[in-house]
């Protein structure tokens, strides 16, 4: 959607929340959540008992999930409240003390705890380490839990039920889920299997630019059920279609983004993430890209094409041209 979101309507008090949206209903009924506090945090580790079940896959960590269960927030860019943060996981819909949690892949716990000092936002949590064929580590925190049901050390397969969603750190009843490559966060759509239908989208808002530098924003819109945008790219031709300027982010590699900062200098460029409010109700995620300061060819035409690729590595584009 453009303009206004509903959430900054909603937060300023210009309307009120919509009992007709089934979706809201649904969310509306989970919304009661007390937060707990996260008082003694400890800092133990399980030990590899060995023999561990190879990953060859992962699967969604709440069975059903995401057909039957909202995903409350994308991996990424997001506004949390109304402070801009990167979200290293997704949250998955599910009932306090009901919903099992089961485990994505195989692996060993190697976090079981109340409230771990690593990951003090994360209520109680479960951390399932595991290893591919290739002996690539992966490291699935399950944030957020009502009740832990294994152990540190514990031997696990992909399936199990591990835990029940809750509300420990958290303002609604959700699964905080991560799935981290070694220690770095990925996004869990490109491991978890959903519908690639390539049916996001990317449209070029405005191009400004003098003889120096060419400014560009534009806004990458992907539906609800496939929230698997992993790199926004801006590219700068001249008049015989020669590459002047190339600069990109990408959610996973975290390109020239090493921080949770809303802006990021690469070179000379900035880029910077206004992510839109993610409500219920929407079933869009949105988020505008700023690329400032690119080269400029100077003179003649200049033609911009802007890209978004997903997971599955389909891309979206859009092209400007001065002319
Ligand atoms: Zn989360």
């Not at 003098?210 to 496939?226: A, D, G, Q």
């Not at 790199?231 to 008049?239: C, K, P």
């Not at 300061?293 to 100077?298: C, H, I, R, T, V």
């Given at each position: 959607m453009t ?71 994308a991996?990424g860019p997001r ?119 390539n049916n996001h989208s990317i449209v070029i808002e ?10 560009v924003s534009l806004r990458v819109t992907t539906p609800?059920?496939e929230l698997d945008i992993n790199e926004v790219r801006v ?13 990109y982010i990408?959610f ?19 880029i910077?993430i206004f992510p839109e409010?993610f ?5 869009n995620w949105e988020t505008v890209f700023e690329f ?14 802007a890209e978004a690729r997903d997971?599955?590595?389909e891309v979206a584009s859009a ?5």
């Amino acid at each position: 959607m453009t303009g206004i979101s509903r959430r900054r309507l909603l937060q300023i008090g210009l309307l009120t929340p919509l009992a007709t949206s089934p979706l809201y209903r649904q969310t509306a009924a989970l919304a009661a959540c007390t937060p707990g506090r996260c008082n003694n945090p400890t800092r133990e580790t399980g030990a590899n008992p060995g023999n561990l079940p190879t990953i060859a896959d992962f699967i969604w960590p709440i069975s059903g999930a995401p057909d039957c269960y909202l995903i409350g927030d994308a991996f990424g860019p997001r506004l949390l409240g109304t402070d801009y943060d990167w979200h290293r996981g997704i949250d998955i819909q599910g009932n306090e003390g009901v919903t099992p949690v089961i485990a994505s892949a195989s692996g060993f716990v190697r976090i079981s705890a109340d409230c771990d000092e690593r990951y003090r936002r994360c209520g109680k949590i479960i951390q399932i380490e595991g290893y591919d064929r290739n002996g690539q580590r992966y490291r699935m925190n399950y944030c957020h839990l009502d009740r832990r049901l294994v152990d540190r050390g514990e031997r696990v397969t992909q399936g199990t039920e591990i835990g029940r969603v809750g509300c420990t750190s958290a303002t609604w009843s959700h699964l905080h889920f991560e799935i981290r490559e070694g220690d770095t966060p990925r996004n869990p759509y490109c491991y978890l299997p959903h519908l690639n239908l390539n049916n996001h989208s990317i449209v070029i808002e405005s191009v400004t630019s003098n003889s120096m530098s060419i400014n560009v924003s534009l806004r990458v819109t992907t539906p609800r059920n496939e929230l698997d945008i992993n790199e926004v790219r801006v590219r700068v031709l001249d008049s015989s279609g020669i590459e002047v300027d190339n600069k990109y982010i990408n959610f996973n590699a975290r390109h020239n983004c090493g921080t949770d900062d809303q802006c990021v200098m690469d070179g000379s460029t900035e880029i910077c993430i206004f992510p839109e409010n993610f409500w219920y109700d929407e079933s869009n995620w949105e988020t505008v890209f700023e690329f400032s300061g690119l080269a400029s060819p100077g003179s003649g035409l200049v033609e911009v094409v802007a890209e978004a690729r997903d997971c599955g590595g389909e891309v979206a584009s859009a092209r400007w041209s001065s002319s």
